[in-house]
């Protein structure tokens, strides 16, 4: 019954967090462009409108799929907040990702198809890490179940310093930031024109976005297990990081899908190596 | 009873090949094979009720079964040597010989023919076997026959060929259920054997000369596996004195002299479940009618193999050995589900993916552990209705659209709208939770989570098989928009099998914890508490049944949802302002004012992922964690 | 309420789209301004976006041939109602000093039909701003 609470809460409370982190996200990239920026509550406003706009669709499984990418991103925030398994939170938030895929290749449009593959490209680059960083998760606290790995009684930051590192380009890839925003990117940015999405407009637009926010709340949750022991290390740790990810987008540029693909295999198989090694002799 | 349902699930498909042999009549051959098949497929049901049991047949006419099987397989030998030199290859001759000699001076001299055997020995995972060999390829076999017609009738043949073809095809369902029947080392090598001739028939079937190369290779590699077998065999009996496998198992964990023998039989797995380095004959069998494909070489056949490796499991748990199985199957894994993305022709992607998903149960029995062995189980079970639901599909539309390439499939939904909805759900099947191969790859994960090396390539492997699965799936959707996509057209027997299947394939995935608390947990002990259709160990959870339940609810909101969207307004794709405003034309106005039609293709990742790339290097590496396997046995 | 907030969102949210139909791009530096931290027009929660369906206001720059015409009517079909069309500069308003040319047709709404017009050459990025604000009142007479 708890679990059910808790999972309920978690599909209700994360679109509002993700919408507000989203507002503040462009709030801050503004200052940091010296511009004033829109209200936080602006990404509210956006979906708002887009779910007021007519319906305009060029194949229906674009509908279908864009259903199925929400459901999926909203039930694995829920099993994360009902604390269930990490892995099988991700795979279930990997069927959102592949719907996302299946919608955007539903469209003749080239723009859509490009974007599609490129999408694909990421989530080949970030799913063996964050599957990499689960698994180190379960060789510290030899758990993969979320309610154990609370129970351990110090930061995992500390044994996993550079896990978390991998996890920040995986978090990179999944926010849309530069330099890996090729399939499709946020805000005013435009990358072959709207990459996946180009196809999607009103309300189904507006239901991407929300997925999405469910999407950022599931990824920065992950992060927060690597300081569950103080709410403030929570905070600021959470802080912290999506300040980085704000401060990478607005320094760097957008690169392309090979760099990305061989340099964060690389950097990330390296740093999870090192890493592992450690926890082995230690 | 027991006697009976035995003689019905292996001596049944024997006399049913020969009457599809012989009786060259198409209605009584049709009707043979619908027969066999139902009544395969209830024995197989029903020997569930019997439990594990251990039997042996004794005599019929004064002569004992274990001379008829050793009679048979010098036959069968001969047969194969015969071929040798019809096809002038050496390295079967050699190979065919090396069995010969060793096998004859084995029986002859060492076999101490006295000592009782049981010929049959069942527990869960034989029974899982059989009812998956019977089930699966009676289905298979149901759609080989309308499929056949139209396939010779696209190669416009004077003499029908399909007698030779149903009695190899039926033949091998007797075969497989003995071999995973066998308890007597003799008898499963036998049977073994047995396979392996039918898929080099098989694979010759169309009689061309790329056919009759593959085939070749097919069956010099599998013989290579046989020599393995046979040398397994006789070393294992001169340590054990045995030649009954479940006296060998229950000696436990073994060490250093045992672990040779062990090594070879896995060896000769390795070569029939197509692991690399061997994974060349595997892909030349897809030539082969797609019936064969499904059924040897992607639901059964190659199931053989890796059933071996799992049956003397506990024989090398816990030993050097165990590790290096678990680095050679999880490198296969890795290695071909990489080769897989750079592949358009869509037989070879599931060929790929097939060796792929082998290597990843082959990896479990590496590890060893109750929660690996579980894994593989369940793996070969959805494994099993997931591929060859996808290769029946495959096979339809490449008789629909006379190709097998997937960029030919692009748009498949709006000529073959049923097809390309069965083929997607055999892809997200394959890939996505709650569904059973995905919980086996969770299980997989979770139990390889400890060793470094085997979870990088674990975790790798499955992001890539992720990319050329979701690419297939969203790629037959391509297209635009239409208010009514014409129905399409299908053979009942066709569409009998398509449905069934896929309905099985998420059904069965349904019942899965079902599946666990009855038939695995009580063979391989307990390692998941199962609350609710809820998985749960104190290492992880997966819920599947209030998984199922959300996902089933989300689909059919998603889809009133859709149905809904048929009315609302159509927009062309966006193509830059540019549109040629044709309905269903799919062009835009370029220089001088001609239309261009837009082309879309997939990316390929040749550079990274290219079959001619990398295939000297994976093998090279596959043999050189085969030598590290078999030398660390040493 | 849920009406009232989607309404109210409308005028908060414009996103734009811009399409020059062969402008001297003085107009189109001065529409990029106004995204410049100068001006900063996504104060109001304007997004400058690439795809007509994902936009909500139209800005159309330079004269109408018979050759771009027909992309101009395209996009303005592609977007999704509820939209609204801003012509900016002398040459969209009315075709300015080509207006005489063989190939000209004249201003943006001989193609679409215009909301706003921006006059100017160049138009000033504050009546820019203006035009976009007035457009949005089309957007707040939806309401109710």
Request: glycine share 8%; proline share 4%.
């Amino acid at each position: 019954m708890e679990t059910l609470i808790l999972m309920i809460l978690g599909i209700v409370v994360a679109p509002v967090l993700g919408g507000l982190v989203s507002g503040i996200d462009r709030r801050v990239t503004a200052r940091l462009q010296s511009r004033f920026g829109p209200p936080i509550l602006q990404p509210f406003y956006d979906v708002a409108k887009l779910f007021g706009k007519v319906k305009v669709i060029n194949n229906f499984w674009q509908v279908f799929c864009a259903w199925v990418y929400l459901i999926a991103a909203a039930l694995s925030v829920g099993l994360l907040f009902a604390q269930s398994d990490l892995l099988l939170i991700f795979f279930v938030q990997a069927i959102g990702a592949v719907f996302l895929v299946m919608g955007g290749l539903a469209s003749p449009s080239p723009f859509s198809q490009i974007g599609a593959q490129r999408e694909l490209i990421q989530v080949l680059t970030y799913e063996p890490l964050i599957i990499l960083v689960f698994a180190s998760i379960f060789m510290v606290t030899g758990s993969f179940r979320i309610d154990e790995i609370l129970n351990y009684d110090q930061p995992l930051l500390a044994k996993l310093p550079l896990m978390f590192i991998v996890l920040g380009y995986a978090l990179t890839i999944k926010l849309r930031k530069s330099p890996f925003d090729f399939s499709t990117s946020h805000h005013a940015h435009q990358e072959i024109v709207k990459g996946v999405l180009t196809d999607y407009s009103g309300p189904y637009l507006g239901i991407i976005e929300i997925a999405h926010w469910y999407e950022t709340i599931f990824i920065l949750g992950i992060c927060a297990l690597f300081w569950h022991t103080s709410l403030v290390g929570v905070v600021v740790l959470l802080a912290t990081t999506y300040f980085a990810e704000i401060l990478i987008d607005n320094t760097m540029a957008r690169m392309t899908w090979r760099w990305m693909l061989k340099y964060v295999w690389s950097v990330g198989l390296a740093m999870s190596f090192v890493n592992l090694i450690w926890l082995h002799a230690g | 009873m027991l006697p009976m349902m035995l003689a019905l699930v292996i001596l049944l498909p024997l006399m049913a090949a020969l009457g599809c042999y012989f009786l060259r009549v198409s209605t009584i051959r049709t009707m043979i094979v619908l027969g066999t098949g139902v009544c395969i497929a209830a024995t197989s049901l029903a020997l569930f009720g019997q439990g594990s049991f251990t039997y042996s047949p004794g005599t019929i006419l004064g002569i004992s079964w274990d001379s008829l099987v050793t009679l048979a397989d010098f036959a069968l030998l001969f047969v194969i040597l015969y071929y040798a030199f019809k096809l002038k290859n050496q390295l079967i001759k050699v190979f065919a010989v090396l069995q010969i000699i060793p096998l004859a001076v084995f029986e002859l001299f060492f076999v101490d023919h006295a000592a009782e055997v049981p010929a049959f020995y069942a527990d869960s995972l034989s029974l899982i076997m059989v009812a998956i060999i019977s089930i699966i390829g009676s289905l298979i076999c149901f759609f080989a026959i309308p499929y056949m017609k139209t396939h010779e009738e696209h190669l416009h043949l004077v003499k029908s060929r399909q007698p030779r073809f149903f009695f190899y095809l039926v033949l091998f369902l007797g075969a497989m259920n003995g071999l995973v029947l066998s308890n007597n080392i003799l008898w499963l090598y036998f049977f073994f054997e047995v396979t392996t001739f039918c898929s080099f028939m098989l694979i010759a079937h169309d009689d061309t000369e790329i056919a009759v190369k593959n085939a070749t290779r097919a069956l010099w590699m599998n013989s290579l596996g046989g020599v393995a077998f046979v040398f397994g065999m006789i070393w294992a009996y001169s340590v054990t004195g045995s030649l009954s496998i479940q006296a060998i198992l229950e000696a436990g964990p073994m060490d250093g002299a045992m672990l040779v023998p062990l090594g070879l039989l896995c060896l000769a797995g390795f070569t029939k479940a197509a692991q690399i380095p061997f994974q060349s004959w595997l892909l030349g069998a897809m030539v082969a009618p797609t019936p064969v494909s499904a059924l040897l070489h992607s639901s059964t056949m190659v199931k053989a193999g890796v059933y071996i490796v799992l049956r003397l499991a506990p024989a090398y748990a816990g030993t050097f050995l165990s590790e290096g199985i678990a680095l050679c199957g999880a490198f296969t894994f890795l290695a071909c589900a990489a080769i897989a993305v750079s592949q358009s022709n869509g037989k070879k992607i599931l060929a790929y993916s097939t060796i792929s998903n082998l290597g990843l149960i082959i990896c479990c029995a590496g590890i060893n552990t109750t929660w690996a062995i579980t894994a593989a189980i369940i793996l070969i079970i959805f494994h099993a209705a997931s591929k060859a639901l996808l290769f029946l599909c495959v096979g339809t539309i490449e008789h629909g659209i006379g190709s097998r390439d997937i960029e030919d499939m692009r748009g498949l939904y709006l000529k073959m709208p049923r097809t390309a909805i069965i083929t997607i759900v055999g892809i997200l099947t394959m890939v996505l939770p709650p569904f059973g191969v995905l919980l086996g790859k969770w299980m997989a994960i979770e139990s390889a989570s400890g060793d470094l090396f085997v979870i990088v390539m674990l975790s790798l492997g499955s992001a890539i098989s992720l990319v050329f699965w979701a690419r297939w799936a969203g790629m037959l959707l391509t297209g635009p928009l239409r208010e009514k996509v014409p129905a399409e057209s299908q053979n009942i027997l066709t569409r009998f099998t398509l449905t069934v299947l896929a309905a099985a394939t998420v059904v069965v995935s349904l019942f899965s914890p079902v599946i666990y608390t009855g038939l695995i947990e009580p063979m391989v002990g307990k390692t998941y508490e199962i609350t609710g259709g809820v998985f749960s160990s104190p290492i992880g959870v997966f819920a599947v049944y209030p998984i199922f339940i959300i996902l089933a609810a989300a689909f059919i909101y998603a889809w009133i949802d859709t149905k809904k969207s048929g009315n609302i307004q159509n927009g062309a794709s966006y193509m830059c302002g540019a549109n040629v405003k044709e309905p269903g034309v799919q062009s835009f106005i370029g220089p001088m004012n001609v239309p261009v039609e837009i082309k879309a293709s997939n990316y390929y990742l040749e550079a990274f992922f290219g079959e001619e790339k990398l295939t000297m290097w994976v093998n090279f590496v596959g043999l050189a964690l085969i030598v590290l396997m078999l030398g660390g046995a040493l | 309420m849920l009406k009232k907030f989607i309404d109210n969102s409308r005028a908060k949210s414009p996103w734009i789209m811009h399409f020059d139909c062969g402008s001297c791009n003085g107009c189109d530096i001065e529409v990029l301004a106004c995204l410049t931290p100068m001006y900063d027009v996504e104060r109001f929660g304007v997004v400058n976006v690439g795809n007509p369906k994902h936009a909500d206001v139209l800005l159309v720059t330079g004269t109408v041939n018979p050759r771009n015409a027909k992309v101009l009517r395209n996009i303005y079909d592609q977007m999704p109602d509820p939209k609204g069309v801003i012509a900016i500069g002398a040459c969209g308003l009315s075709g300015g000093i080509f207006r005489e040319c063989y190939n000209v047709l004249g201003g943006i709404d001989k193609v679409i039909p215009v909301d706003i017009y921006v006059p100017g050459c160049p138009a000033k990025p504050e009546a820019i701003i203006d035009g976009v604000v007035a457009a949005l009142a089309k957007f707040e007479g939806l309401k109710g």
